[in-house]
């Protein structure tokens, strides 16, 4: 039975990291004769949160995160490079996810690519799919990149953004890399009944229109931006949705991080205690996993996030969304999902950007979602094809 080992997985606190695991490892072991075992910081926390893919969870010998260390197994570091061996001894492919891992932005860029630089010495194939990378400010890590991409049996990314980066930029040939689409185009959502009774459990009536709003505790980590300025931000675009769409506005913590630094549900909680004049629910529940987010942002008017994945979930299923975002993965998939007829500013806003212009609320909240619904309409089938067809392509290099 052919073994996929995936790697770029943190963890699945971020309903944006379980999309993407979720949506690998339930199209890949869909082939009855395909194993997959996903790499992670948070070992059973993310068996519990992949159950029914088939999948299997073992902590990343490659990658020890620190801030993760209670979450998984304890082990010598004779025992953790042995079990490392022995894991690759079993695989016949590894391939690497993630999104946008590979930038200096993160500085985990060259750890993550420690099992592919070792697979491609044992002579493993190895793919890196659904991939947005940059920019690069070290040459360490661009060369560390580069030297692995080069070897890599398949490269996809999911924007054109990274494509021109890295044939402009890195010099990798052309024809070394595709334009795809992000895996979790393919997340399958919960059942409508599932997102009904979280809606309910919030206090929202059944059938009533909503607008969501995904917020990120962490995004502050990786800007100019205070929390305090955040908040104020967030706190007023949230009031200005509300009197704009008239709406009950719909918080989505789209990570349940056990680190309050990237915990978004501390930063929902935030903002609607500042609200008590507007109909806000907050969508904390515990159990929450990334099909039920994607059933109730699928069934949004709007969707305003700063998680990219929240977006996606919106996106893939034909739910108008903008992104907030830190860094240029934001707005070039926006963009590439939309296409040429819609303006990237309209559906893409830089979070220091956004949180300095007192003027940036009532744009977002006056789109004309009906256009952007039926762009979407249009576009949708090609990306989830393009999504699809890394899947095709990792299961012809399984069988080759």
């Known amino acids: 039975m052919p073994t996929v080992l995936i790697t770029g997985i943190t963890s699945c606190e971020s309903r944006g990291v379980e999309a993407l695991a979720r949506s690998l490892a339930t199209t890949l072991t869909a082939a009855a004769d395909t194993s997959v075992t996903v790499l992670t910081q948070t070992p059973d926390l993310d068996a519990e949160a992949l159950a029914g893919t088939g999948a299997d969870c073992t902590a990343d010998p490659w990658v020890v995160s620190r801030s993760w260390a209670t979450m998984r197994p304890v082990e010598t570091e004779p025992h953790r490079r042995a079990r490392a061996e022995r894991l690759l001894q079993q695989t016949d492919l590894v391939l690497a996810t993630g999104g946008d891992l590979h930038t200096s932005g993160y500085r985990v860029s060259t750890p993550y690519l420690s099992v592919l630089d070792r697979a491609q010495q044992l002579g493993i194939p190895t793919a890196m799919i659904g991939q947005s990378v940059g920019p690069f400010t070290d040459p360490a890590e661009q060369h560390a990149f580069t030297a692995v991409a080069n070897r890599l049996d398949l490269l996809t990314v999911r924007e054109t953004t990274t494509l021109a980066y890295l044939i402009a930029q890195l010099a990798l040939p052309s024809e070394k890399v595709l334009l795809s689409a992000d895996p979790a185009f393919l997340l399958q959502p919960s059942p409508p009944e599932r997102a009904k009774q979280l809606l309910g459990d919030t206090g929202l009536d059944v ?3 909503y607008v969501c709003l995904a917020p990120s505790k962490g995004v502050t980590r990786y800007s100019a931006v205070t929390d305090a300025e955040h908040l104020d931000a967030l706190t007023r675009l949230a009031d200005t949705l509300w009197r704009v769409r008239r709406r009950p506005l719909v918080l989505v913590p789209h990570c349940h991080d056990s680190r309050e630094h990237n915990d978004d549900r501390i930063l929902a909680r935030q903002i609607a205690a500042r609200l008590p004049d507007v109909p806000v629910h907050v969508l904390d529940a515990g159990g929450t996993g990334a099909g039920d987010y994607k059933t109730v942002l699928g069934g ?11 977006s996606i979930g919106a996106l893939s299923s034909g ?3 903008v992104a907030i975002g830190h860094s240029p993965k934001f707005g070039g998939v926006l963009a590439d999902t939309y296409g040429p007829g819609v303006p990237a500013a309209d559906v893409h806003r830089d979070v220091a950007a956004f949180t300095a212009d007192p003027t940036a609320a009532e744009h977002l909240a006056q789109l004309d979602t009906d256009k952007l619904r039926e762009n979407l309409a ?6 989830t094809a393009l ?4 899947i ?3 299961h012809t290099l399984l069988n080759s």
Do not use: C, N, Y
Request: charged share 20%; aromatic share 0%.
């Open 387 to 390: 999504a699809a067809a890394d």
């Open 392 to 394: 095709a392509r990792v």
């Open 207 to 209: 059938g009533q229109q």
């Open 300 to 310: 949004a008017d709007l969707v305003v996030s700063e998680r990219l994945h929240a």
């Open 378 to 383: 249009t576009r949708l089938p090609s990306l």
């Open 319 to 321: 739910t108008p969304a």
